[in-house]
């Protein structure tokens, strides 16, 4: 390889690509020189919407250039858009810590957001940097508020340091100047200002400051001449400026406020604070479109501006559209969180919205922020006192006073405060001064009418209400309080004389011929109040009480049209207004117009997503008209929500919940519902219906036979009779086949009419049909009780005892307190093979349900399976004659005395009992044992294998165990088991002596079979093993003397042969 050559190609690249980087470097050098150029001749011009792009297109090629990003805060300062200013200045700062034109203001953001601290430190470092600074004084002081003496004393040394310095800079009485002014000594203050003009007769900032100390003594000329000197030869954007226009837009000179301002926004349309003036303006105007319109142009400048959104939510208030308001006051509290404003402008909106809760938490939050805020306080007590909370609302009233003492409305709030705590005569105390101070406030007199009606003192109250009109005779609340009282009272005519005379005097007031209205309709004269409304109508077009009480006086006559054109015409006035599109919708139902109906109740929802009515009234018609029953049931379940106990709503979910088949939870709301609205046939229908698909007969019936007979023209009576015609089908009687089947052609899923059937075919042994049947309802209704219960009782006979528990425990689960529903549950428990479950619910149902003998009879069946025989025999005697002689039949043959001679025509007719399994497994297992031991040891396993707790087989079963030639592990505990229940039995016992002798416990043997060796009259087993126990305990003789005598009464087989060993081998090792 030629070495030289590859170096030299590798020189020549290199010195290509850094002659690439070179001219690439310098072509982007060059275009943000051209950009910088472009953007600093604009801005020297004043043209900053210009300047900003040339800024930031120079900042995308260099985000480092510190020149521009000055530039662009001092841009987003000047224009007031403060958040893109605050940033930049940041940036700026960093880049170039030496820049005091950035500093300064940043300096005066951070005193703009709050930040004293930091508006403080970076004053003083100004100072440090330029000593004769004129705006780092000025902020220092403003940022320190009244300071303690220490402070004020660093503060003052600072000041004078820096008036040595600058002796010609009048900054150092101006912030002199403010700080007396914080301290309360204004004639320093002054003298301080006068020494600033004097020094510079031109310094914008001393007249400025000159301005603000005069205005607290309410010199307003003095002020105005003031502020035009601070304004005099400033840039367009000053500050100053718009210092003397908000000045003449707060009432000193509005029209040379407005035209000072429309200059301003001609020379500089971008000036955020300008454009903020001349939205408040136009929100003063009642020029909300326009308002709108100037506070999207300060959004689109600055989108996060904190009075832009402020002025924003406002509008749409205005607008009826707080829904939209409140979401955006919730984002700008999250930004602003140290804004008292925010957190008010969004307390106002939760209070449009009747959000009671959440807009006193904002108004505390507000208070927190600032806690002189009156208005807040004030908003915030009207707020408790309008619900209820007297005592917070006293508490906030009273410190509203100390700083208001003598607002009238203040003390009238106060006292209706004082009312609602009961505190009457305190009340009447703060009224009495009122009336004394304002002779002329009919207010005043009709509050303390009210409060005297508080008291229950009519004559004091009618009084007041007078005295009020006295003071103004057309002050209306005080006359309809009149009137109310004289209607009250039947006192027609001194109501229309009041009425009259007043209309003589005042013919034009529509609100007055409304009153006679309401006179006419109490005298159910609804024409003459008709007449009296129309006259109203006349007067005021858009009168919307008078359309609305001439709606509710057509629906009285039946007229729906002309309620509803008087309805609409609310509506059209009032599109929001919620009544009204209430009432038109119910008739609009009453009409059959759905659609229309709908519609109307969707708007109300638009209004306002919580209104009840409308919530629960659209969810019955998209519930049985439109067939949308997921949306009905979410507006159900809404309305459910915000009233939980209201009987209405709970039966409009309810009857949803039916018609989507979950019948239990229907059952459960309807119920409710028809408890509080019993008179409701509609209601009563409903529950009937669910239970009729639960499979409740009795209670289906019952209500439906009331229905008819209290009203006979129900919409749902064709419905209703044929129901009760299905319900009153006789399923034991087999003939009903036919009329079965051919409701179910109609009605395939009609659960009464399919139970019915079932029952039918059980009847005819036809079980997989009757099983076909339970499953068709179970498989729309998995938890139909009746289905449920004869399924469960099918499987317990059809030898599927677990898969019949399974379903019985699934029925109590649904119904656990019912008794009725336990006795069937412990039948089928019984016959499932869990008895101890089957007793504590027969027990459970027994209890509940007193005198039932069928109910006896199964629990004293339930009770001899686990053991408890005595217990048995009580209820045995308390069930029906028929059970009763079956049972009895049973007892004497479980009775270990009496089993062996049984009557076996009459045990064969037991055994074959299909609603005794217990008595046929006995029987089988008697004559099992009478075969031989060993088939009897078989079937009394198998019996229980099936009825575990059965004493008697537990009896039987040890004794067999005990005489049998082999060792059985459960032997002994049958045996004591069963011994506990049979103590003097002597068949047991001997087996228990016999058992204690396998086992090896002899003593404990010998105990045993000493007793029965006793009690017993001679016995060849008793002796043998008698022997055998006293040979184990060493008395041979004895067992010598039992093993003889064994063999005499003769003993035989292998017992015999291994007696005869034994008393070989006892003669052998003993012979006597």
């Known amino acids: 390889m030629n070495t030289t050559k590859t170096l030299n ?62 530039r662009l805060g001092v841009i987003y300062f000047d224009q007031g858009r403060l958040r893109q200013a605050a940033s930049h200045l940041r940036r700026a700062v960093q880049l170039d810590p030496d820049n005091l034109e950035v500093a300064y203001r940043l300096a005066l953001l951070y005193l703009a957001s709050g930040d004293a601290a930091a508006a403080k430190a970076s004053s003083l470092e100004i100072l440090e940097m330029d000593p004769q600074n004129r705006h780092a004084p000025i902020i220092l002081v403003t940022s320190l508020g009244i300071e303690h003496n220490q402070a004020s004393e660093q503060i003052q040394q600072t000041l004078e340091a820096f008036e040595a310095g600058a002796p010609d800079n009048p900054s150092y009485q101006v912030a002199q100047a403010i700080r007396f002014a914080r301290l309360e000594r ?35 000329d003095t002020v105005e001449a003031a502020l035009s000197a601070a304004a005099k030869d400033t840039p367009v954007r000053s500050p100053f400026r718009l210092e003397l226009i908000q000045f003449y837009l707060q009432g000193y ?49 600055d989108p996060t501006n904190h009075d832009g959104l402020i002025m924003k939510a406002a509008c749409l208030r205005r607008l009826d559209n707080a ?26 909106t939760h209070a449009v919205l009747n959000q009671s809760k959440q807009a006193s938490q904002s108004l505390l939050q507000a208070l927190h922020l600032k806690p002189d805020f009156h208005q807040a306080r004030a908003l915030l007590s009207l707020i408790q006192l309008n619900s209820g909370d007297y005592g917070r609302s006293t508490i906030n009233l009273k410190q509203l006073l100390k700083s208001n003492p003598d607002d009238p409305n203040i003390q009238m709030q106060l006292a209706s405060s004082l009312q609602g705590q009961g505190n009457i005569e305190a009340a009447l105390e703060l009224y009495q001064g009122l009336e004394a101070s304002d002779p002329t406030n009919a207010q005043v007199s009709y509050l303390k ?66 009153l006679q209205a309401i006179i006419r309709a109490a005298q159910d004269d609804n024409d003459s109040a008709k007449n009296a409304l129309f006259q109203a109508i006349e007067l005021k077009p858009d009168y919307r009480n008078a359309h609305f009480m001439l709606a509710q006086l057509y629906l009285k006559d039946d007229e729906l049209d002309k309620a509803c054109s008087h309805l609409e015409a609310i509506i059209t006035n009032h599109p929001r207004d919620i009544p009204a599109r209430t009432a038109i919708s119910q008739i609009y139902e009453k009409q059959l117009k759905w659609d229309r109906a709908r519609d109307h109740y969707e708007k109300i929802l638009q209004v306002n997503p919580n209104a009840v009515i409308a919530l629960n009234n659209l969810a019955y018609l998209y519930s049985t008209v439109f067939d949308d029953l997921d949306h009905a049931h979410a507006l159900a379940k809404k309305a459910r929500k915000i009233y939980p106990n209201h009987p209405l709503i709970a039966d409009t ?9 979950d019948y239990n939870f229907a059952y459960l709301l309807l119920k409710e519902s028809s408890e509080q609205l019993s008179d409701q046939p509609e209601i009563r229908y409903h529950l009937g219906s669910t239970y009729y698909m639960l499979g409740d007969e009795v209670k289906a019936r019952q209500i439906f036979e009331t229905l008819l007979a209290s009203a006979p023209s129900f919409k749902q009576k064709a419905n209703i009779e044929q129901r009760l015609a299905t319900l009153n089908i006789d399923s034991a009687d087999q003939t009903n086949l036919t009329p079965l089947k051919q409701i179910l052609a109609k009605n395939p899923n009609d659960p009464v009419a399919l139970i019915k059937l079932a029952k039918i075919y059980e009847h005819m042994g036809n079980i997989d049909e009757a099983f076909a049947c339970y499953d068709l309802i179970l498989a729309s209704n998995a938890s139909h009780l009746a289905a449920l219960t004869g399924k469960a009782r099918l499987l317990s006979v059809s030898d599927e005892p677990a898969l019949a528990l399974k379903f ?3 029925m109590y689960a649904l119904r656990p307190n019912d008794p009725a529903i336990a006795g069937e549950i412990g039948r089928i428990a019984f016959l499932g093979g869990d008895h101890l479950w089957s007793v504590s619910l027969l027990e459970e149902a027994v209890k509940s349900l007193h005198k039932d003998p069928e109910l006896n009879y199964y629990l004293a069946e339930a009770l001899f399976a686990v053991g408890r025989i005595t217990t048995a025999k009580t209820f045995l005697n308390q069930s029906d004659a028929e059970h009763a002689r079956e049972l009895s039949l049973f007892l004497a043959m479980v009775d270990p005395w009496t ?46 294998y099936r009825f575990s707790e059965f004493i008697p087989a537990k009896r039987d079963l040890a004794i067999l165990y005990a005489m049998s030639d082999q060792n059985h592990a459960d032997a002994y505990q049958l045996a004591r088991e069963a011994s506990r229940t049979l103590s003097n039995d002597s068949e047991l016992t001997l087996a228990l002596g016999i058992l204690e002798l396998k086992r090896g416990n002899f003593k404990r043997a010998v105990a045993l079979l000493a007793a029965e060796n006793a009690n017993t009259s001679s016995s060849a087993i008793i002796q043998f093993y008698w022997g055998m126990a006293r040979l184990h305990t060493g008395n041979s003789a004895e067992s010598l003397s039992s093993f003889k005598k064994a063999l005499e009464l003769g003993l035989s087989g292998a017992q015999a042969d291994e007696a005869q060993q034994a008393i070989h081998q006892i003669e052998v090792d003993a012979p006597f």
């Open 9 to 70: 190609r590798w020189m020549i690249a290199l010195h290509l690509l850094v002659a690439v980087l070179l001219v690439g470097c310098s072509s982007k050098s060059s275009r943000v020189d051209q950009y910088i150029s472009k953007a600093d001749n604009r801005f020297s011009s004043g043209d900053y919407a210009s300047a900003e792009i040339e800024y930031l297109n120079a900042i995308k090629l260099d985000d480092e250039l510190h020149h521009a990003v000055a």
């Open 186 to 220: 204004m004639d320093e203050a002054k003298q301080a200002v006068q020494q600033a003009l004097e020094i510079d007769p031109h310094a914008a900032y001393a007249h400025s400051t000159f301005a603000k100390i005069y205005a607290a003594e309410g010199h307003d």
């Open 253 to 301: 000179d509005i029209e040379k406020g407005r035209s000072h301002l429309t200059e301003m926004l001609e020379a500089a349309p971008n000036l955020v604070p300008a454009l903020v003036l001349l939205a408040r303006v136009e929100q003063a105007d009642n020029d909300v479109e326009g308002a709108l319109k100037t506070i999207h142009s300060i959004l689109y400048l």
């Open 323 to 348: 829904v939209e308001a409140a979401p955006l006051l919730s984002d700008l509290v999250k930004l602003y969180p140290n804004s008292h404003l925010a957190y008010f402008e969004l307390a106002q």
């Open 449 to 514: 009418g009210n409060a005297y009606l508080q008291l229950n003192d009519i004559a004091n109250a009618v009084a007041a209400f007078k005295q009020s009109l006295q003071r103004d005779p057309d002050y209306m609340p005080a006359l309809e309080r009149l009137i109310y009282y004289y209607l009250s009272e039947k006192r027609f005519s001194d109501a229309a004389a009041q009425i009259d005379s007043r209309i003589h005097t005042s013919p034009e007031n529509p609100e007055l011929h409304m």
């Open 653 to 661: 979910l309810g009857w949803i919940k039916h018609l989507q088949g």
């Open 808 to 810: 019985a425990r699934k």
């Open 899 to 944: 089993h062996q001679a049984i009557d076996f025509e009459a045990a064969h007719l037991l055994a074959h009992a299909s609603d005794n399994p217990l008595a046929s497994a006995w029987i089988t297992a008697l004559s099992a044992k009478a075969i031989s031991a060993s088939q009897g040891i078989t079937a009394f396993e198998q019996l229980l």
